[in-house]
């Protein structure tokens, strides 16, 4: 009697039982954004979703637990909302290096990417938490598709969980950390020294901002001859003589009064000569 081969039976139960101790763990995000507290401004911008970034799903194992994060319809949805309550209005475009002959013009495109996406489960923290960290990198071209800078946000995101494979606590964490980079960027992007400038009228202080003071520009620079006076000529300043000046005359040198000839000081009158031959009385 032959004996029966278990090896196919048991070869099958050994994947069951590797497949059962590992979970798996999808979860889509939310697009959830409050409110933002600002004035929108009157311009009109642009906004680029790439495919990568308007489908990216973060996938990871870890603890044998495989986790499968959507994260681009939500960020694509949070921005729409973000931008359009920023700025009057916005479009979307399929290339940003090629807006130039759009009509009305924009004032400038920003490009999404995402650079991180990572977190800590409960047991990476003694706090049983899942934290969360997501980081963008926006990148900002002007009217005419000049790429100009690039900035980057940063969100942070925890909830408490006391187990690996729980969802909800992840995609609460997961929508935290997009809420506080949402929150970043209403506030900061517009206070960016190269949105400033593309937001600034050259004549108008940028709206909703102060005024920015310019140095003063000389008049040989922009101001035209025939309508800005020359400065009233000087006259030169006399040219310095060769010849020393004469020295002060000092207090003793002065002249004084000529000094009256006493008698006393008079030569005496020499004695007449008698002429020859004549004789004296004797």
């Known amino acids: 009697m032959k004996s029966q081969d278990h090896r196919p039976a048991f070869a099958l139960l050994l994947t069951l ?7 798996a763990t999808k979860l ?4 959830q954004l409050p409110p933002p507290l600002i004035d929108k401004l009157p311009v009109r911008v642009g906004i ?3 495919k990568e970034f308007s489908e990216y799903i973060h996938k990871e194992t870890r603890s044998q637990i495989d986790y499968e994060v959507t994260l681009g319809p939500a960020h694509v949805t949070n921005l729409d909302w973000l931008l359009g309550a920023m700025f009057a209005e916005v479009v979307r ?6 807006v130039g002959e759009m009509r009305p013009p924009l004032l400038f ?15 990476d923290v003694a706090g049983e938490a899942f934290v969360v960290t997501i980081r963008y990198l926006l990148t900002l071209y002007d009217g005419d598709g000049g790429r100009v800078d690039a900035f980057t946000y940063t969100g942070y995101g925890r909830e408490k969980s006391r187990t690996l494979a729980s969802k909800e606590p992840l995609a609460i964490a997961t929508q935290r950390a997009m809420r506080d980079a949402g929150a970043k960027v209403a506030v900061e992007l517009v206070d960016q020294d190269s949105v400033r400038l593309l937001l600034r009228n050259p004549s108008d202080p940028m709206p909703g901002k102060p005024a920015v003071q310019m140095a003063p520009v000389s008049d040989t620079q922009s101001t035209p001859a025939s309508k800005s006076p020359p400065p009233p000529q000087t006259q030169p ?5 060769t010849e020393p000046p004469a020295a002060a005359a000092k207090p003793d040198d002065q002249a004084k009064p000529a000094e009256e000839t006493r008698p006393e000081d008079q ?10 031959g004549s004789a004296r009385g004797g």
């Open 17 to 23: 039982l590797v497949l059962a101790g590992c979970t």
């Open 109 to 123: 495109v920003l490009e999404p990417k995402f650079e991180e996406y990572s977190f800590l489960t409960p047991k």
């Open 237 to 241: 300043p006399p040219a310095p003589t």
């Open 267 to 276: 030569p005496a009158p020499a004695e007449e000569t008698p002429p020859p």
């Open 93 to 98: 475009v399929d290339d940003p290096t090629r």
């Open 48 to 50: 680029h979703y790439s």
């Open 28 to 31: 889509n995000t939310q697009a």
